[in-house]
């Protein structure tokens, strides 16, 4: 079991950027590939992306591909979101997720470990 907490969220004017850390505990977070969600109010919780165990595949939704950039250092057992050019759209509750799995996924079902999420709000 991988224990996840996420930092870095805040509020931004849109165009603006953050960058979101998601550091874990647990010895199989090296070997986990691991996912970022957002969950806006009222709406069901989106797949945002997801990077393989050793850093070398990442994979986005559409809303962001070119904007976000996922990546991890196994080193400090942390991964990374960064977002810019954000827009008042990507505001909502982002979670990072330590998938079950090796292949590539973006179902929340597949992901068997979840943070408690930080609030990311874009200003217009």
């Known amino acids: 079991q991988v224990q996840l907490v996420e930092s870095g969220g805040g509020l931004v004017q849109a165009g603006g950027s953050l960058r979101l850390s998601c550091a874990a505990s647990g010895r199989t977070f090296s070997s986990s590939a691991m996912g970022w969600f957002r969950q806006a109010p009222g709406k069901a919780r989106e797949f945002v992306g997801l990077?393989?165990?050793?850093?070398?595949?990442?994979y986005y939704a559409d809303s962001v591909k070119g904007r976000f950039t996922i990546s991890r250092d196994n080193a400090k057992n942390t991964v990374y979101l960064q977002m810019n050019n954000l827009k008042p759209e990507d505001t909502a509750v982002y979670y990072c997720a330590a998938s079950r799995w090796s292949r590539p996924t973006s179902a929340s079902s597949d992901f068997g470990s979840w943070g408690q999420g930080t609030q990311v709000t874009v200003s217009s």
């Open positions: 990077i393989n165990w050793n850093g070398g595949s990442t």
